[in-house]
Every structure is written in structure tokens, then in C-alpha cells.
């Protein structure tokens, strides 16, 4: 599995944009990156995903860089509600890991009211 | 509306009395999977299924036995509960034929074996 560091942690007012950085240098050419967050020891909850153009939804938008070895991570309005811990996972390209997530450690995100 | 559902939410057992976790889905989805989540270990996969009666191990599945006889059903079982099997238990479910697609995880189960 292509590895991801996070930050810890990271702190954001309320409606301000919170940008979350993952690097994942070691990211084969067909594996995607996925975000993922968990609210308060609830079922992880996807965000959004891509795999080399950036990607908007209603939720977030992604940005990954041109070389693929990093991404953001980005909430455009935080609100209190978004307090939770983020995860970046690059999902494996195949074979019987195919759908599996990796899960690291997040980056727990706090907004501030 | 699509989701993923555990029963129960909460379960205190005693060592050694079987229990059984279950978890359904309603999207036709192929690929199931059980996680634990653990303070400081975060999530890990326990054992995976990728259709009807095909299940495999995940990185932690000592203790823990699965089965597949309907594709929407995938129930955890704990033939012999002990203590370091206290955790957080989620499902989780996603299409198989699509590397490009979401997984829909559960609301999870609490589990303490005292």
C-alpha cells in the first residue's frame, strides 16, 4: 500500500476554509486517493476521491498536485459540524486488495466557533 | 436510501459465549468487510468477502470467523470472545468491478468482553 502522512492535527475557525494536507509520495500511477472522515467514534464517511484532476463536490474539493505525491483536502465553508478526523487513503490499484482502505491515523480537524 | 447496517450497536458479553454481529446492505454491492478500531491502531481490516460464498482474511483475523451465503449479509462471529477482542466493530460495503468507487461503512458496534 503507497503510504500517507498527515498532519496530527489542525485547527480552523468556523466558516473559514480548512485545507488539509496528505502526502503520499510513494502513490503508484493507477491508485487513487480517497478521503474519508470520522465524526465521533461513528461509521468512517466518504468525502471524495480523484486521481489526477482536481475534483469538486457538495462536500469538499481535492487538489492534487501534478506529480501526484500530495494532495489537499479542502472544506470550504467549516462549520462546527465538520469537527472530526480526516483520513487520506490511497486505495490499492488491484488483485485481492482491491477493496480494501488503508486507514492511517488522520488528521484530527477542530473548528472553532 | 443506500446504507449498511449493524446490529447491535451495543453488546457486553462474557468470555467465552459465542456471539454473532450482524451487517446487511441494500445496494447489491460485491465486496464486504469487517474493521476494528482500536486507540492508538486506528482501523483494520478483520476479513473481507468479494462475493457469495468467497471470503478471505484481512490483517487481523485471529478470533474471528465470517460467512457468505447471501450477498447482502455479512455477519462477524466470535466463537470464543476474550477481552482483547473489546473494540469498535464497523461493515463496510463497495461495488468490486470499480476501483473509482465509494464504500459505505456502518454505524458500528461496541463490543466489551469482560
Known amino acids: 500500500d503507497a503510504k500517507t502522512t498527515q498532519p496530527t492535527s489542525m485547527d480552523c475557525a468556523e466558516g473559514r476554509a480548512a485545507n488539509l494536507p496528505c502526502n503520499h509520495s510513494?502513490?503508484?500511477?493507477?491508485?487513487?486517493v480517497y478521503w474519508y472522515r470520522q465524526i465521533h467514534s461513528q461509521g468512517p464517511q466518504y468525502i471524495i476521491h480523484?486521481?489526477?484532476n482536481n475534483e469538486t463536490n457538495e462536500m469538499a474539493s481535492l487538489i492534487i498536485t501534478e506529480d501526484r505525491k500530495s494532495s489537499t483536502l479542502i472544506l470550504p465553508h467549516a462549520t462546527l459540524r465538520d469537527t472530526a478526523v480526516y483520513y487520506c487513503?490511497?486505495?490499492?490499484?488491484?488483485?485481492?486488495?482491491?477493496?480494501?482502505?488503508?486507514f492511517g491515523q488522520g488528521t484530527i480537524l477542530t473548528v472553532h466557533p | 436510501e443506500a446504507q449498511v447496517t449493524q446490529n447491535p450497536r451495543y453488546l457486553i458479553t462474557v468470555t467465552g459465549k459465542k456471539l454473532t454481529v450482524t451487517c446487511s446492505q441494500n445496494?447489491?454491492?460485491?465486496?464486504m468487510s469487517w474493521y476494528r478500531q482500536d486507540p492508538g491502531l486506528g482501523l483494520r481490516q478483520i476479513y473481507y468477502?468479494?462475493?457469495?460464498?468467497?471470503?478471505d482474511k484481512g490483517d487481523v483475523p485471529e478470533g474471528y470467523k465470517v460467512s457468505r451465503k447471501e450477498k447482502r449479509n455479512f455477519p462477524l462471529i466470535l466463537e470464543s470472545p476474550s477481552p482483547n477482542q473489546t473494540s469498535l466493530y464497523f461493515c463496510?460495503?463497495?461495488?468490486?468491478?470499480?476501483?473509482?468507487?465509494?464504500?459505505?461503512f456502518g454505524q458500528g458496534t461496541r463490543l466489551t468482553v469482560v
Open positions: 463496510a460495503s463497495s461495488l468490486l468491478d470499480r476501483q473509482d468507487t465509494e464504500a459505505f
Open positions: 510513494t502513490i503508484s500511477g493507477n491508485e487513487y
Open positions: 480523484g486521481l489526477k
Open positions: 487513503i490511497v486505495r490499492d490499484a488491484g488483485g485481492t486488495s482491491y477493496g480494501k482502505l488503508t
Open positions: 445496494m447489491n454491492h460485491e465486496y
Open positions: 468477502s468479494m462475493n457469495v460464498e468467497v471470503t
